[in-house]
């Protein structure tokens, strides 16, 4: 409710006992959610007025719940479109760390992952699990653990959302494993410049088209 909008920023929190009274529950459990609301940057208590809702700087963006909240929030497709770039400026760089820095046996599990996608692109439920492998191998070639650890975090709640996942069509698999082969190809080329570019290219124009169907939905 904090992340929706519906206590703003500044203001106090119900009191303890009326919060007992709207979730019916007792005083441990309600002092339990406001010490982990506190943890999560979401309030602070200030003597005299009690618990009062921070401004959305001081939040943890990278905890779940406020992940989550967000992705699923009226604002939603903006927080979608602010992890796209993310993963356009992280996953660019860690395609081009893959072309330089993959081993043999990371490039093999790679050729086997491109295959295994070409065999799926006519069953769009499936694909889309061994979508996520590809991508995983190729950042963990990058030795990147860091970006990796990024990434994961964020796109396991957006992935949740169907605005995120959608419904994919057996046209837009096709689209996307033409994609995936320039990756691979600038990938086994040692081609660090091309990969990264055919990766920047790849997941901006993904998003574009399941947003573009995320919209249609929305308006009807």
């Avoid at 091309?194 to 920047?200: K, L």
Wanted: proline content about 3%; charged content about 25%; aromatic content about 4%.
């Amino acid at each position: 409710m904090i992340v929706a909008g519906t206590y703003p920023v500044g203001t106090a929190l119900p009191p303890e006992n009326m919060l007992c009274e709207m979730y019916e529950v007792s005083r441990t459990v309600v002092r339990e959610a406001t010490t982990a609301l506190i943890e999560k940057g979401l309030v602070v208590t200030q003597q005299g007025r009690g618990t009062i809702v921070r401004e959305n700087q001081a939040w943890n963006m990278l905890d779940p719940v406020i992940l989550s909240a967000l992705f699923k929030g009226e604002d939603g497709l903006r927080y979608l479109d602010n992890l796209s770039q993310v993963r356009v400026l992280l996953e660019s760089e860690m395609a081009a760390n893959a072309a330089r820095e993959g081993t043999d046996e990371q490039r093999a599990e790679l050729a086997s992952q491109i295959e295994k996608l070409e065999e799926l692109v006519t069953i769009p439920s499936a694909y889309v699990h061994e979508d996520l492998r590809f991508h995983d191998i190729i950042m963990r070639m990058s030795g990147d653990r860091l970006s990796k650890a990024i990434i994961d975090g964020i796109q396991s709640e957006a992935l949740r959302t169907h605005a995120y996942s959608g419904k994919l069509s057996v046209d837009h698999v096709k689209s996307t494993q033409a994609a995936h082969r320039k990756v691979f190809d600038a990938i086994m080329a040692r081609d660090p410049d091309a990969a990264g570019a055919a990766m920047r290219e790849h997941i901006s124009g993904s998003w574009t088209k399941r947003r573009t169907d995320s919209v249609r939905k929305i308006q009807g």
